[in-house]
C-alpha cells in the first residue's frame, strides 16, 4: 500500500464532507475514485495533499503519517497533483510553468543565484533539459516559449500534469483531467498517462465523471456519495452496482 | 565561455551606462547631476520595491519605514562623534551612538543589513497568514518608524532630525549602486527564486502544490526589497546631507508606487523607465511654474500648475497603457520577437 486513508472525518461547520472514510491505494495501481458532484472527492485529495486537515482519521504515505503536513512538504515525499480547474502560473512561459515543478531539485542558494555562480549554470541547464524533455513526451514541446495561457485547453492539462510529473512524485493526484477535452483529445490523454506511469513507475489516483476513460483507465474505483464510501472494486462492476446507480439516477426500488 | 547574442544587447547597456555615469559626473551641470542623483536613488528604491510588490505580488507599503531607517543608521555612521555632541540638542547621544562610526560603504552595508533584519522581524508574523495584511503591518510600520525618531532624542535628536551629515556620496555611488540593484533584481527574477516569486504571484496555492515554500519566497522578496531600500536610504543621507523624521513619509512610498505601476509592476526595466519619467518629467515641467510668453500673451506664475499637468499625463498615460509601459516584460523580451 503506497497510500492508505485510515478513518478520515472531515467536517465543514455543521457538513461532514468526508465521513469515516477509509481505503488503500496499491503500489502501481490506477485509482479511480468517482461519484456524483459534492461527494467530497476533490476534498479526499485536499487532505492528502496538506490544503486541508482532517476533523479525524489519519493518512499514510509510505507506511509514514502525512497527517498535519504541510503541502510543500508532502510534494517533497512524493505527491503530485493537479487541479480541477487549471490553475497554470498565467504569466509565464509553459517551460518556466514545468521549471516550477524542478524548483526542489535545483540545488542552489539565493546568493548563489545572485551571484550567478556555476553552479546556478549547471543546475539550470540540466532542469531545462529535463523540463524540454517532459514536454517531449506529452508532445507539447513546441509550446514551450509560448505563454501558458495561450494554449488550448487540451495543451494546457498536459503542461499541468507535465508541472506535477516535475516534482518527481510517486503518486500523482489527477482531479478530472479529462474535463472539458473531446474525446481524440481523451484518448491521447489516457495513452499518455498509462505511458509516464510505466516509465516513471507512478501509482495514480484520479477523480474522473467521463465513465467511458474511467472504464478503460483504472484498476481499481472507489464511489463516493456524501462522503461515504458505496462502492470499491472493479469499475465495471461498479457501473452494475445498485447503490452506485442508485447514487447517480435516484434510487427507483421505492417509486 | 562564449557570448550569446542576446547579451550583447545587455553588454551594451551595461557599458553605455556606466559610460554616461562617468560622463555625467565629470562634464554635466551640477544640477543636472542632481536630478541624475535623484533618479539613481528612486531607481534603486523602485527596483526594489518592484521585487516584492509586481515580482513577488505581495502589495506592501514599506520603503518609507526601510529607507528612514537606512538613512538614519547611515547618518549616524557617518556623523563624527565631536560632531554629534554638538549636534543632539534635547538630550545627550546613548553610548551606542557615540561608538558608531566607519566610513560610507560599511555605513551603507549596516543600513542595508538593519533594514534587512526588520523586515525579517515583520515577515515572520505577516507572511504566516494570507491576505493583505502585508500593507496594513507595512503602512503601520512607517508610521512607528517616524513615531520612533521623533520620540527618541537619544538616538535620533528628535524631530530635529540630523546635520551636517558628510557628503560622500555622488553619482558615482548612486549610479553604481542602482546598476548593481539592477543586475542583482535581474539576477534574482531569472533564477527559481524569480520563477517561485511569480509563481507565488500567479496562483499561491499551485505554487506550493509544486512544493515551492511560499512563506521564504515571499520573505526572501522583502528581505531583499528591505536591503537595497536601505542602502537607497544611506545614499539619499549622504546626498542630502540633512534628514528628519518628517521627510520619510507616506508620500515617498507613494510617489515609488507610481513609478512602478507606471513603469509596469513586475518589469524591472519599466522600473528603471518610470524613475526617468517620474523624476526626470517633474523636473523638465517647472517651466510650466514660471512666467509664459504664449503668443506675446503673458500667462502668469501658476506655481503648482506642473504637479496638475503631471498628474493629466500619468492619467492619460495609464489609459493608454493599463498594465504599466512595459507590462510584466523586461526590454529584452520586447527586443525578442514575442509568440503569442
Known amino acids: 500500500m503506497i497510500l492508505e486513508i485510515k478513518n478520515v472525518t472531515m467536517k465543514f461547520g455543521g457538513v461532514t464532507a468526508i465521513d469515516n472514510l477509509s481505503f488503500g491505494v496499491k503500489s502501481g495501481e490506477i485509482f479511480g475514485l468517482i461519484g456524483p458532484n459534492g461527494a467530497g472527492k476533490t476534498t479526499i485529495f485536499n487532505i492528502i495533499t496538506g490544503n486541508y486537515k482532517q476533523t479525524e482519521g489519519e493518512v499514510y504515505f509510505l507506511h509514514e503519517s502525512i497527517s498535519g503536513l504541510k503541502p510543500n512538504v508532502i510534494v517533497r515525499k512524493g505527491i503530485a497533483r493537479t487541479f480541477q480547474n487549471i490553475r497554470l502560473f498565467k504569466s509565464m512561459t509553459v517551460l518556466e510553468n514545468v521549471l516550477i515543478g524542478f524548483h526542489n531539485q535545483a540545488n542552489y542558494t539565493f546568493f548563489e543565484s545572485i551571484l550567478r555562480l556555476p553552479r546556478y549554470f549547471s543546475n539550470e541547464k540540466r532542469l531545462k533539459a529535463a523540463a524540454m524533455d517532459i514536454l517531449e513526451r506529452f508532445g507539447i514541446a513546441k509550446f514551450a516559449d509560448y505563454n501558458a495561457t495561450a494554449l488550448s485547453y487540451g495543451n494546457q492539462r498536459k503542461v499541468e500534469i507535465a508541472r506535477a510529473l516535475a516534482t518527481e512524485p510517486k503518486l500523482l493526484l489527477l482531479d478530472e483531467p479529462a474535463a472539458g477535452m473531446n474525446p481524440i483529445e481523451t484518448e491521447d490523454l489516457s495513452n499518455i498517462i498509462r505511458n509516464i506511469k510505466n516509465e516513471y513507475g507512478l501509482t495514480v489516483l484520479l477523480i474522473e465523471h467521463d465513465m467511458k476513460f474511467v472504464n478503460n483507465m483504472c484498476d481499481k474505483v472507489l464511489v463516493l456519495d456524501y462522503g461515504e464510501e458505496i462502492f470499491e472494486g472493479k469499475p465495471a462492476d461498479a457501473i452494475l452496482d445498485k447503490n452506485v446507480i442508485a447514487a447517480y439516477l435516484g434510487d427507483f426500488t421505492n417509486a | ?340
Open chain 2, 1 to 340: 565561455m562564449l557570448i550569446e547574442k542576446k547579451h550583447f544587447l545587455q553588454i551594451f547597456f551595461l557599458i553605455a551606462t556606466i559610460w554616461f555615469i562617468w560622463y555625467a559626473q565629470n562634464h554635466l551641470d551640477p544640477y543636472t547631476v542632481s536630478i541624475l542623483n535623484n533618479i539613481a536613488i528612486f531607481a534603486i528604491l523602485a527596483l526594489s520595491y518592484n521585487l516584492i510588490n509586481g515580482i513577488a505580488g505581495q502589495f506592501s507599503l514599506e520603503p518609507n519605514g526601510f529607507v528612514a531607517i537606512g538613512a538614519y543608521v547611515t547618518a549616524l555612521f557617518l556623523i563624527p562623534g565631536s560632531d554629534k555632541l554638538d549636534m543632539f540638542a534635547l538630550e545627550d547621544p546613548a553610548p551606542i551612538v557615540m561608538a558608531m562610526h566607519t566610513s560610507f560603504l560599511p555605513a551603507l552595508i549596516m543600513s542595508g543589513i538593519v533594514a534587512t533584519a526588520i523586515a525579517f522581524i515583520l515577515s515572520v508574523p505577516v507572511f504566516r497568514v494570507r491576505g493583505d495584511y502585508l500593507a496594513i503591518v507595512t503602512l503601520g510600520f512607517g508610521f512607528i518608524i517616524r513615531i520612533y525618531a521623533i520620540n527618541n532624542p537619544k538616538y535620533t535628536n528628535g524631530a530635529m532630525g540630523l546635520n551636517d551629515i558628510p557628503s560622500v556620496a555622488n553619482l558615482y555611488w548612486c549610479g553604481f549602486i542602482a546598476v548593481i540593484t539592477f543586475i542583482v533584481m535581474i539576477n534574482i527574477i531569472y533564477s527559481k527564486f524569480g520563477r517561485a516569486m511569480k509563481a507565488v504571484r500567479d496562483d499561491e496555492d499551485a505554487a506550493t502544490a509544486m512544493g515551492v515554500n511560499t512563506f521564504w519566497m515571499k520573505t526572501y522578496a522583502f528581505m531583499t526589497s528591505a536591503f537595497f531600500e536601505g542602502i537607497g536610504g544611506g545614499l539619499m543621507a549622504s546626498l542630502l546631507t540633512t534628514i528628519s523624521p518628517d521627510q520619510f513619509t507616506f508620500l515617498l512610498t507613494f510617489q515609488l508606487l507610481i513609478i512602478i505601476v507606471l513603469g509596469g509592476l513586475g518589469s524591472m526595466s519599466g522600473a528603471i523607465l518610470g524613475t526617468i519619467l517620474v523624476m526626470g518629467g517633474s523636473e523638465w515641467l517647472r517651466f510650466l511654474d514660471q512666467n509664459m510668453n504664449i503668443f506675446g500673451y503673458n500667462t502668469g506664475a501658476h506655481p503648482g500648475l506642473r504637479m496638475v499637468v503631471f498628474s493629466i499625463l500619468l492619467i492619460v498615460m495609464m489609459l493608454f497603457a493599463r498594465r504599466g509601459l512595459f507590462g510584466n516584460k523586461e526590454l529584452t523580451d520586447i527586443f525578442k520577437r514575442t509568440k503569442k
